[in-house]
């Protein structure tokens, strides 16, 4: 089954202000975040993953090398990673391992995806990987352990050896945990689903089947064990610019609308087997009929996006935060989507059944930050 490795990462060097150098993962960074990490240190992460050109990011790269801007933590290692962070008015807390995951064809059911990738970005990401060969920020997966052997040998009794707050008032500890088979042995029977990085984890292999190479056989990868924290997995809202009355006529006469006094109550109303929508400053909810295999996202774009509105999913523009996609509609003229959250339940499902949802379908909180800890090829 899954077959993981320790590894020696690579750091940035403590003097610096993690404030300024760290950032999330590329893909969650809109372009005007991405100028103001840029400008807050000439050795912001966000140079090497979302730069000007992308041999500008192998430059860079190696410059900080060559500088010791990072060190190489030795001899290899596990990490261990804690996450505390607000959400829904209480502090959670997850808990995890980063480690290197072995890179599996997804058919071979391993290494389980659940949704779609995008063939630009899958090839962007793969181009960038060509010039730096490393990753900057782990993938996220979980795996089902009843035993929780690997949290037994954390040792998060000891002081961390860094400690990161990000913008968000998410903080991160992180405890270097040595190499020991009942670590590995873990994973010797068990699959893991990947969460989050499904472009990171295609860009990777497609990398790998390209070299050949011992080290890029592996992936940088953050393992959560979903028998243990209570993981939060938020939906994908979608935003459909231009979108105007006649559209949203299509949909009134296509189902039965039922009207919500605001954002916030069409939220709290918002469950499993429902659909919301805000459009011109009205907020509604409707119910679907879910096949099998299917969540209410497959339901959205299939029938929906597709069939009904014949929108260019190219077009679409996605977004977690439901408040923030409102203030999007308020500014120019579209319809937006809202989501019910997806239970890990029900996600299982997905993966065991080895159903693709379509791109941007969950959306995993917190992340881990862009070179907290970056793995280099050899």
């Avoid at 801007?69 to 829904?88: G, I, K, T």
């Avoid at 994908?236 to 231009?242: G, I, Q």
Wanted: hydrophobic share 40%; charged share 20%; glycine share 4%.
């Amino acid at each position: 089954m899954a077959k993981i490795a320790p590894f020696p990462a690579l750091i940035y060097q403590p003097g610096l202000d993690y404030q300024k150098v760290l950032a999330p993962p590329y893909d969650v960074i809109s372009p005007e975040e991405r100028r103001t990490f840029w400008k807050l240190s000439p050795y912001n992460i966000v140079r090497v993953i979302l730069p000007k050109t992308r041999s500008q990011a192998g430059k860079t790269f190696q410059a900080w090398l060559n500088k010791s801007v990072l060190f190489q933590d030795s001899p290899a290692n596990f990490y261990w990673c804690r996450q505390e962070y607000p959400f829904a008015g209480s502090i959670r807390t997850n808990q995890g391992l980063i480690a290197l995951l072995q890179l599996e064809n997804p058919k071979k059911g391993i290494v389980c995806p659940h949704e779609e990738t995008i063939p630009y970005v899958r090839q962007g990401q793969f181009q960038i990987l060509e010039e730096v060969s490393a990753n900057f920020c782990p993938i996220i997966t979980l795996y089902r352990d009843k035993s929780r052997v690997i949290e037994s040998l954390a040792p998060i009794k000891k002081r961390p050896f860094l400690t990161y707050q990000d913008e968000r008032g998410v903080k991160y500890s992180l405890w270097k945990i040595p190499p020991v088979p009942a670590i590995s042995g873990t994973f010797a029977d068990k699959k893991v689903y990947i969460a989050d990085g499904h472009h990171r984890y295609a860009s990777a292999y497609q990398y790998f089947l390209k070299t050949q190479t011992a080290s890029s056989a592996y992936i940088l990868t953050y393992f959560l064990n979903s028998c243990g924290d209570d993981i939060a997995v938020l939906p994908f809202h979608r935003y459909l610019p231009k979108t105007n009355r006649k559209d949203f006529l299509s949909i009134k006469n296509s189902f039965s609308l039922h009207s919500e006094p605001d954002l916030k109550t069409l939220m709290h109303n918002l469950s499993a087997g429902w659909l919301g929508l805000a459009f011109e400053g009205k907020f509604f909810r409707f119910p679907v009929v879910l096949e099998k295999k299917t969540l209410e996202v497959s339901f959205l774009h299939q029938r929906v996006i597709n069939k009904i509105l014949k929108f260019p999913e190219d077009h679409l523009i996605f977004e977690p935060d439901a408040q923030a996609l409102l203030k999007r509609t308020q500014k120019e003229p579209g319809m937006a989507f809202f989501l019910p959250l997806i239970s890990l339940k029900s996600l299982y499902e997905i993966w065991e059944k080895e159903v693709i949802l379509p791109r941007k379908s969950t959306y995993f909180y917190p992340k881990i930050p862009s070179g907290l800890v970056i793995y280099k090829h050899n």
